[in-house]
T-cell receptor, first 113, second 112 residues
């Protein structure tokens, strides 16, 4: 258990509504990530954080924003959810730069109807 | 939870046999590689890693082989058990940061 808690674990929302997913870690790791996983696309990086208030875009960042006000929390926000954002979202953490192991949470299943 | 990777390549092995899962990576500058196991409805779970200055690394019942000449990675599982049934992903990291690029995954099915 990598000490990562994602919430909510399952959510159904309507198109156009805002949604926030929360990732909480108890490992005091510096790096946090949000990935999405879709059939045929594997795991793709949305945004990542390398410290409090330090974030950057990943491969598929359009339509998403993130915030990290504390070391332990990394929030992913869909400002106006679309059906293409129906996916499984995984938070991940890592301690150091240069290839330190990345550990994943259990996932958040989001359905946009 | 729902399964992911509906059209993954599948490897079917008999319980007790050895399994070999292959992965071709894309970037010759990648210097760190990880194998993950993902069971249905769960997050990817770290299995074993290897750095580019190594050709082989062994763990408990698992061995990772790295062939940098042909950019190929393999995961060997000894005495495969039903609990090994899952989707296996390789991931590569380029040294500039801690971002992983994932392969498409292989589904391992273990027949009792």
């Amino acid at each position: 258990d990598a000490g990562i808690t994602q919430s909510p674990r399952h959510k159904v929302t309507e198109t156009g509504t805002p949604v926030t997913l929360r990732c909480h870690q108890t490992e005091n790791h510096r790096y946090m990530y949000w990935y999405r996983q879709d059939p045929g696309h594997g795991l793709r990086l949305i945004h990542y954080s390398y410290g409090v208030k330090d974030t950057d875009k990943g491969e598929v960042s359009d339509g998403y924003s993130v915030s990290r006000s504390k070391t332990e929390d990394f929030l992913l926000t869909l400002e106006s959810a679309t059906s293409s954002q129906t996916s499984v979202y995984f938070c991940a953490i890592a301690g150091q730069r240069g290839g330190n192991t990345i550990y994943f949470g259990e996932g958040s299943w989001l359905t946009v109807v | 939870g729902e399964s992911v990777g509906l059209h993954l390549p599948t490897l079917s092995v008999q319980e007790g046999d050895n399994s070999i899962i292959n992965c071709a990576y894309s970037n010759s500058a990648s210097d760190y590689f990880i194998w993950y196991k993902q069971e249905s409805g769960k997050g990817p779970q770290f299995i074993i890693d290897i750095r580019s200055n190594m050709d082989k690394r062994q763990g408990q019942r698992v061995t990772v082989l790295l062939n940098k000449t042909v950019k190929h990675l393999s995961l060997q599982i000894a005495a495969t058990q039903p609990g090994d049934s899952a989707v296996y992903f390789c991931a590569e990291n380029i040294g500039a940061g801690n971002m992983l690029t994932f392969g498409g995954g292989t589904r391992l099915m273990v027949k009792p």
